[in-house]
């Protein structure tokens, strides 16, 4: 949908609005702060302002599609409900699916610049480490979904920047790298001391080398089924038993599925290994 008025109703113009406020409180106060800012945008429901909307014209999108020959994934690999629901969309309605998910987008980028723009004004990016990050990525018709919870690489994939006043500005970096990097990451930048429990490693070797050796693999899982991409690869195994190998550099969509390749062999036991050995993961145990 789009909101042509009162667009301060709608929740990501609302936490701008209290981020904003909360930064003029911890800077009255002459203290250090942390300051977790959620945005809810582009996750559905779907609602921007109707000017965001219209910075996509229906005529000027077009829905990914799949090349000749390309693996059919199982329906392991959805949520069944939602896939049906899908495939009975028509092209147009895709259409508007990617639209409404491309306008939210722009609109939660624009409220992330009013906080920015605010902080820069009481001169507190001269000194503020500033980590921007989504929680997964999203299907918007690749593999004929529109949704996320999937182990392709548009669900799993997610965007992270890091800003500080020690890290030169405007670089780019393509590696593997996890979510559970983030936090050691902060504390080294914040010249704090990294608790000895803490899974993951900082970043910043990687980000002041790029060339420094790393352990390119990350895991993913969703309910039953397992993920493990590394620079050049990702393997899925759904449901303990189906499974399929992507290759990075030659097929980036993940459209031809190389397990009964002999080539990839050796590969594809790597990663199988890999995702063996994966924790299973940990439910809070219940209080006695």
Sequence with gaps: RSVTENEDCLKDGRSAKVAIRRINECVQSKRPFFLGIGFSRPHDPFFA?????????????????????????PMEAYNANFKKAFDSMDERDGLEFMRAY???????????GRVLDHAEGLGLLKNTVIVFLGDHG??????DYFNKTLLF???????????APNLQAGGSIDRVVQFIDIFPTVTELCH????????????LPLVRSKTTNWEDAAYSYVNQDR????????????????EALYDHHKDPGEH?????????KKVLERLR???DVMPEFRKPSKRK
């Design 273 to 275: 290994h890999k995702v």
């Design 256 to 264: 031809f599925n190389l397990v009964d390749d002999p080539e990839y």
């Design 102 to 112: 491309y306008a939210g987008i722009s609109y939660m980028d624009e409220q992330l």
């Design 192 to 203: 704090l001391p990294t608790p000895s429990n803490v899974d993951g490693k900082s970043l």
């Design 153 to 163: 690489e548009r669900s799993c994939r997610a965007p992270l920047i890091l800003a």
């Design 227 to 242: 993920s493990v991409r590394t620079d050049q690869f990702r393997y899925i195994r759904w449901r303990g038993k189906l």
């Design 138 to 143: 999203y299907q918007v018709g690749e593999k």
């Design 49 to 73: 302002p109707k000017r965001f909307f219209d910075l996509y014209p229906l005529e000027k999108l077009r829905l990914p599609k799949a090349p000749e020959g390309a693996f059919e994934a």
